[in-house]
């Protein structure tokens, strides 16, 4: 998938990010997302780095405080701070920016916006999610060399394990199967526990545990 592809699907989530935030109100700003210390003000502030922030000025903060972690904590909390209404507006307007981040370029940013919309919608039950072909596009990204660096946090998660799609032409790996759709499967090797059971197959018992760990 070349950039012009990447640009316009991520602006395509991007909105639908926003358009949820816009229906759950100022009233569910500090309400819990999937991840981990972010509520859903800070969450849609993370969503907005790869537009204000360069690499370069990333690299240094991260540089500054010795984690990348933690840069991103702080700009998401930085940017994250305002009226909800006003994220979303931004977050929409700046959708289609082509933000290229240094490591992974325009597949870090398409990614990104996948997940993130589920870590906020699922929470809140929301049925809001990126297309199937979507999710397909973010696997091949995710166990990419690159994408392993940048989105699977558990070290090991992908190993002795065939990964395997239930709603779409994909899988990867060898060895016990780990079934599960690709949103699913997506969401669980970015290590996202609250889809675990989501999962099917011998090898999701070997999941469960490695996350736990």
């Given at each position: 998938?070349?950039?012009?592809?990447?640009?316009?699907?991520?602006?395509?989530?991007?909105?639908?990010?926003?358009?949820?935030?816009?229906?759950?109100?100022?009233?569910?700003?500090?309400?819990?997302?999937?991840?981990?210390g972010?509520?859903?003000?800070?969450?849609?502030?993370?969503?907005?780095?790869?537009?204000?922030?360069?690499?370069?000025r990333?690299?240094?903060?991260?540089?500054?405080?010795?984690?990348?972690?933690?840069?991103?904590?702080?700009?998401?909390?930085?940017?994250?701070?305002?009226?909800?209404?006003?994220?979303?507006?931004?977050?929409?307007?700046?959708?289609?920016?082509?933000?290229?981040?240094?490591?992974?370029?325009?597949a870090?940013?398409?990614t990104?916006?996948?997940?993130?919309?589920?870590?906020?919608?699922?929470?809140?039950?929301?049925?809001?999610?990126?297309?199937?072909?979507?999710w397909?596009?973010?696997?091949e990204?995710?166990?990419?060399?690159?994408?392993?660096?940048?989105?699977?946090?558990?070290?090991?998660?992908?190993d002795g394990?065939?990964?395997?799609?239930?709603?779409?032409?994909?899988?990867?790996?060898?060895?016990?199967?780990?079934?599960?759709?690709?949103e699913?499967?997506?969401?669980?090797?970015?290590g996202?526990?609250?889809?675990?059971?989501?999962?099917?197959?011998?090898?999701?018992?070997?999941?469960?545990e490695?996350?736990?760990?």
């Amino acid at each position: 998938m070349d950039d012009a592809q990447l640009i316009a699907r991520t602006a395509a989530n991007r909105s639908r990010f926003a358009d949820t935030l816009d229906r759950l109100g100022e009233q569910h700003a500090g309400d819990a997302t999937l991840c981990e210390g972010w509520d859903v003000r800070t969450l849609a502030g993370h969503l907005l780095q790869p537009v204000h922030v360069p690499s370069w000025r990333f690299l240094l903060t991260a540089a500054r405080m010795r984690s990348m972690a933690r840069a991103c904590d702080v700009y998401a909390a930085r940017l994250g701070d305002r009226p909800l209404a006003a994220i979303a507006a931004e977050i929409r307007e700046r959708a289609a920016d082509g933000s290229k981040p240094w490591y992974i370029g325009h597949a870090g940013p398409f990614t990104d916006a996948c997940i993130h919309l589920r870590d906020l919608a699922e929470p809140q039950r929301m049925d809001v999610t990126a297309p199937v072909e979507d999710w397909h596009t973010a696997l091949e990204i995710i166990v990419s060399p690159r994408g392993r660096q940048s989105f699977i946090p558990v070290p090991g998660l992908l190993d002795g394990l065939r990964w395997v799609a239930s709603d779409v032409d994909w899988a990867h790996g060898d060895g016990a199967v780990v079934t599960g759709s690709a949103e699913a499967l997506a969401m669980v090797l970015s290590g996202r526990p609250a889809y675990v059971d989501r999962v099917t197959g011998d090898g999701a018992g070997t999941v469960r545990e490695r996350l736990d760990a």
